[in-house]
């Protein structure tokens, strides 16, 4: 058995993983801290969850466990992760605190001076379709965004191929509002969101933009720039992107879709959905699935792609991180 640690398990992510990880076979969940609420029971913060007894601490007995994931704020991430690797302890990062390679970057788009630069070049970028194999063993796994879970896993296919991609490529996203945290603000208070649809952070302003643009530019050199525009959804969960790539001269889907299925046809959570049948939320919602619909408009392609951004964006991607690190069957504890 996997003996792991939650930090921050009062929030949205942390909630997800303790149902996740206590229904998974071959972990033991041994701690789950709490500032806020400590000495209490998780299902005393959460009352639906009344099959969930956990008792919440501030103590972390990291002599204890063989993982923790961090589900905490960025920065306090961060100071964490150096105290559990201090440990001997594999550390799994739902923050954004290991994703940005450059500590500059992290500074302008983070407003804080990194606490820990000397691990951003350990950390593993944990999108598992993509680093399988720098995940296995692995110390540090910096587990991606949400909205670049969404984003990067239809980009890759077309990006890794010879097809002339001409830019900007476009990113529409709507994301409910859980991907917001459970502290509330006043844009994501109820009377302010219910029956409303709002657009923030658009164009190149959000701080996803480098982490996706980073990721882009593995793949290909000449990587157009982006355009992402997030929204703000008023359903509990879920992200839909819709993504718009240019293409110099006219393609069919027959041309493109052959560089999906060979990247994806075995991969238990990527549901490539037949040409024309477009992504919604209810393909994917509470589970680790990322489902892409692939549609041609003249010159462009249209992707669709959705996630549950508490899933495959975050506790589910970090389980999925967890069972390669540990060499385990990687849908484990998964709804695929
Ligand atoms: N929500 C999503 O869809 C999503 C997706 C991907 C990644 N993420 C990232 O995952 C992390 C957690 O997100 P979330 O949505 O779960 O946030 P959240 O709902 O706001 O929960 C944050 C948790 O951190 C604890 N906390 C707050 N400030 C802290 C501090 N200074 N030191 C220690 N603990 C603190 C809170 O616990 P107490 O008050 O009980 O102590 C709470 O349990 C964030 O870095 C976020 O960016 C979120």
Redo the contacts with the bound molecule.
């Keep these: 058995m996997i003996r792991a640690g939650i930090?921050?398990?009062?929030?949205?992510?942390?909630?997800?993983l303790v149902k996740l990880l206590q229904r998974h076979p071959q972990v033991d969940v041994v701690f789950a801290?709490?500032?806020?609420?400590?000495g209490q029971k998780l299902s005393d913060?959460y009352p639906q969850a009344p099959h969930l007894p956990l008792i919440?601490g501030?103590d972390a007995p990291l002599d204890a466990v063989d993982v923790v994931f961090?589900?905490?704020?960025?920065?306090?991430?961060a100071e964490?992760a150096v105290t559990a690797l201090t440990a001997g302890v594999t550390v799994i990062d739902?923050?954004?605190?290991f994703r940005l390679k450059d500590a500059n970057t992290y500074a302008s788009w983070y407003d804080k001076t990194h606490p820990a630069p000397h691990l951003l070049a350990e950390a593993v970028y944990g999108l598992t379709e993509f680093t399988r194999a720098q995940l296995t063993g692995a110390r540090l796994v910096a587990?991606?965004?949400?909205y670049p879970t969404s984003i990067l896993l239809p980009l890759r296919p077309l990006l890794t191929s010879n097809l002339p991609i001409t830019g900007p490529i476009i990113a529409d996203a709507k994301?409910?509002i859980?991907?917001?945290?459970?502290?509330p603000k006043q844009n994501t208070h109820f009377v302010e969101a219910h029956n409303n649809f709002s657009p923030y952070k658009i164009g190149r302003s959000h701080r996803h933009l480098p982490e996706i643009e980073q990721v882009m530019g593995w793949f290909r050199q000449d990587t157009p720039p982006l355009i992402f525009s997030p929204h703000l959804l008023p359903v509990e969960?879920g992200i839909l992107s819709t993504i718009y790539v240019n293409f110099v001269e006219r393609v069919t889907l027959e041309e493109i879709r052959p560089y999906f299925t060979a990247m994806y046809a075995n991969e238990p959570f990527i549901c490539l959905l037949p040409d024309g049948e477009l992504a919604t939320l209810a393909h994917v919602t509470r589970t680790n699935r990322c489902a892409i619909g692939l549609t041609l408009a003249g010159n462009t392609l249209v992707i669709t792609s959705a996630i549950d951004?508490?899933v495959k964006?975050?506790?589910g991607q970090a389980v999925q991180n967890m069972n390669v690190v540990f060499g385990i069957e990687e849908t484990t504890g998964l709804t695929v």
């Design positions: 930090f921050g398990a009062t929030g949205y992510t942390g909630y997800e801290t709490s500032q806020s609420f400590a913060v919440l501030e961090l589900c905490l704020p960025h920065a306090a991430a964490t739902l923050s954004a605190d587990t991606p965004g949400c994301s409910g859980s991907g917001a945290g459970r502290t969960r951004n508490l964006g975050a506790a």
